[in-house]
């Protein structure tokens, strides 16, 4: 897991690190990737999972929290559906209406 401690508070944006272990009886190296995205110092990601570390399961999280993946389509199908009803909510708002 990534030290928290070594990023700014309040980061946002995409962390990405290499690890590279070397198996001395072989002389091989393996190189695994791990891929964080944060937003306001939080794990954050509504465009895929947050977290990418290869070879294991992805982590999808919103806002801190972690989903499951199952989860985190409902929280997309909220988030669409919310998204547009305030958009309906907001053309019929717009319509002006006169004194009666």
Known sequence: MINKNALPD??????????TTTDYETGTDAVVIYIYHYRNGELHREDGPAVLIE?????????????SKEEYGHFLEKKALKEKLESNLGEKGSSQRGKI
């Open 55 to 67: 070879g294991k399961p992805h982590e999808w999280w919103v806002h801190g929290r972690q989903y």
């Open 10 to 19: 309040n980061f946002s944006g995409v962390v990405e690190f290499k690890k």
